[in-house]
């Protein structure tokens, strides 16, 4: 059975650090492993999706590597802003369906 | 537009009441998803159906019944609703190798 850990739960950062978020799963054998961002009271916003052939992705501030040999994901905001603060969701694809971690709360300080 | 939509937003309910949620897609995609999000934020799937055939079912009190009527609509009805039932029900599709979309969710709270 897939189990998705994320660390740290919660993270409270001053604007303008860089700052990585981390993922692990325990069964190797996905299909893609995405990102989500997840606002309060909100749905969630896909934010990276990397296939289990590549090793990382990028758009705009945010960078995703996976390891899928050893079941970890990263993903790196550069120049963090007030903006980003929100939850963030790691969640690995296998046998047609998403199974999520529990999530990393950022918060960013102006 | 709205790629996926869910009505009603919120929904507050006695217990034992029956109720339904509904999900519509307009992204042509060929599979639909509902996912239950409790108190701690824990996100987990509950069904899945690809082209109005179910295709995942997990461990779910059989008073939860999903129905797709066509591909880009699926509804979720539960029976004899009770307290562990309140929860966001995030409603999401996908086309294949591509992300998930997701809804925007229902608030479910039972009295």
């Known amino acids: 059975k897939q189990e998705v850990t994320q660390i740290p739960a919660a993270l409270s950062v001053p604007e303008g650090e860089n700052l990585v978020l981390n993922c692990s799963f325990t069964d190797s054998a996905i299909y893609n492993l995405q990102w989500f961002r997840q606002d309060p009271g909100k749905g969630l916003t896909s934010l990276l999706l990397?296939?289990?052939?590549?090793r990382e992705q990028t758009s705009g501030r945010l960078n995703a590597s996976l390891d899928k040999s050893s079941g970890r994901s990263t993903l790196y905001i550069a120049a963090s802003q007030p903006g980003d603060s929100a939850t963030y969701l790691c969640?690995?694809?296998?046998?047609?369906?998403?199974?999520f971690g529990k999530g990393t709360l950022l918060t960013v300080n102006p | 537009d709205t790629a996926v939509s869910q009505t009603p937003k919120y929904l507050v309910t006695q217990m034992g009441n029956d109720k339904s949620i509904k999900c519509e897609q307009n992204l042509g995609h060929d599979t639909m998803y509902w996912y239950k999000q409790d108190s701690k934020k824990f996100l987990k799937i509950m069904f899945s159906?690809?082209?109005?055939?179910?295709?995942i079912n997990e461990t779910v009190p059989n008073r939860f019944s999903p129905k797709s009527p066509d591909k880009a609509h699926l509804n979720l009805h539960i029976n004899s609703l009770e307290l562990g039932d309140s929860a966001v029900y995030f409603c999401?599709?996908?086309?294949?190798?591509?992300?998930?979309?997701f809804g925007p969710g229902t608030r479910l709270l039972v009295l």
């Open positions: 159906y690809n082209n109005k055939e179910l295709i």
């Open positions: 990397i296939q289990s052939s590549q």
């Open positions: 999401a599709s996908r086309a294949a190798p591509e992300t998930q979309y």
């Open positions: 969640a690995v694809s296998s046998n047609y369906k998403l199974t």
